[in-house]
């Protein structure tokens, strides 16, 4: 990089910045011509061309760049920091380019309009309509669960290979666009993440590349996991960067999956987010409501727990705070903490007659 394109490239960074804080001020403009407008094209694109590899360039690029930075990390410390006007150039260049990138590619969707004024729903709720779509999806997560068990404390069993259900959640998409045209999916490049295990003691179920809109699964965890996290990554991938609007999503296109396992992952995601804000809100109830539900439901529900558990360790903690503040610094002040509005979001989409169960 050469020092005056270096220089200039640095001194975007704050112009950059100031400019991303004005257009997030506008929702609707970002909504209008960017997230409904620029963004889909760009993502199509980039989609239909990197998802014909069978692997993920993105987690290739991120190698590329840690293998970069130590090594850059390594050149400075050998040549004990000299010319620190050079490199601190450099950092504030390399930092421009990919702050630019990721707003271009992506990162403006963060700004766009709540998904609730999307679809012309309210977004607040009381505890009454809580209780009683928490009671409409423990009738319909047990009757689903039952059907495919026949035994009702038995936890349902996943015995599909992940790259099936990685499949079948492309399919479930193509199924609810029909209903649903702002789902349409087109350019598929949903994957399994090279970097799995490395994200499991991270914490993280899967991730969206902003930079090349290739959707990563963890496929280390439970198959039952499977559906509705690949779904929340691909509600990413369609511009839903907020991680409760991406799981609503999530909750949608696998609810109304023709598949019943699919159904029963998106049921029971639903009803897990309702019981933890009822437990907020009254325990007493939710407890009640929570005996209600089948315990191979609640055996499921702990085989996610447990695996989580297993992989715990000291840094997972410093991993999970520096994404939640990431999160907060693009818009979402709840961070990774967001059950009310994923619950608002469904309490009103189905309280819709059309909607409704």
Sequence with gaps: ??????????????????????????????????????????????RTSLGVLPFSLGDLLY??????????????????FKNPRKWIVQIFALTSIIYACFHIFWGFNYYRLPLHKT???????????????????????????????????????????????LKKTIDGFDHVSKT??????????????LYSIPLTYMGFNGYLNPLTSEAQV???????????????EIGHQLGFAKENEA?????????????????????TFALRYCINELYARDKEQADKLMATVNPGIRENYREVREFWERHQNPFEPIFQF??????????????????????ALLVNYYDDVENAF
């Excluded at 506008?26 to 909504?31: A, K, L, S, T, W």
């Excluded at 999160?327 to 002040?333: I, S, T, V």
């Design 1 to 46: 990089m050469k020092n005056k394109s270096g220089l200039i490239l640095a001194i975007l960074l704050p112009i950059q910045y100031m400019g991303v804080k004005i257009i997030s001020e506008y929702p609707e403009f970002v909504e209008d011509y960017y997230s409904t407008g620029i963004y889909p094209v760009i993502a199509r694109i980039m």
């Design 63 to 80: 190698t590329f760049f840690i293998i970069s930075v130590i090594r850059w990390i390594a050149i400075r410390v050998n040549t004990r």
């Design 119 to 165: 679809l012309k729903i309210k977004n607040d709720y009381n505890t009454e309509e809580l209780i009683m779509l928490t009671q409409t999806l423990i009738t319909k997560s047990n009757e689903i669960h039952f059907e495919l068990t026949a035994n009702d404390s038995l936890p349902v069993p996943y015995d599909f290979k992940k790259g099936d259900l």
């Design 180 to 193: 649903y045209p702002k789902l349409t999916y087109e350019g598929r490049s949903l994957k399994r993440s």
């Design 218 to 232: 963890n496929t280390q965890i439970t198959r039952y996991k499977i559906p509705t996290t690949a779904s929340h």
């Design 247 to 267: 799981n609503f999503i999530a909750c949608l296109a696998t609810i109304n999956h023709p598949d019943l396992y699919f159904r029963y992952s998106g049921l």
């Design 322 to 343: 520096s994404y939640n503040s990431f999160l907060k610094a693009n818009n979402q002040q709840s961070g990774m903490k967001s059950y009310s509005y994923v619950v």
